[in-house]
């Protein structure tokens, strides 16, 4: 049991780390927060949380294994590497993919509803 109690003291630890040290993973905490923020407004349905919910983890969970990839990079090759270059290019490249499908999927949920609402205020 202490064991388990310990793996998830470093786990948070490694949020912690990411909270404290990326800017990136920072910012997809507050984008995150907006659109939970967001679906309570606009009181979205059961499957919408749910994709929400994905897109928001996917973004989440990607960009921490860049940034564990990235740091474990800069350790085997603390100087200039092409090859450490592209790991690291192709890592950022799943982020922005990630990136782009939580936006598109806020786009297909959200915005009906914000022209709706929008409409009604008019």
Known sequence: MKRLIRSFGFAFKGLRYAAATQPNFRIHLVLAFIAVMLGFALHIAFAEWQWIM????????IELLNTGIETLTDLVSPDYNEMAGRVKDVCAGAVVIAALFAFITGIVIFLPKLIL???HAA
């Open 117 to 119: 609402l929008v409409r």
């Open 54 to 61: 994905l897109a928001i983890a996917l973004v989440l969970v």
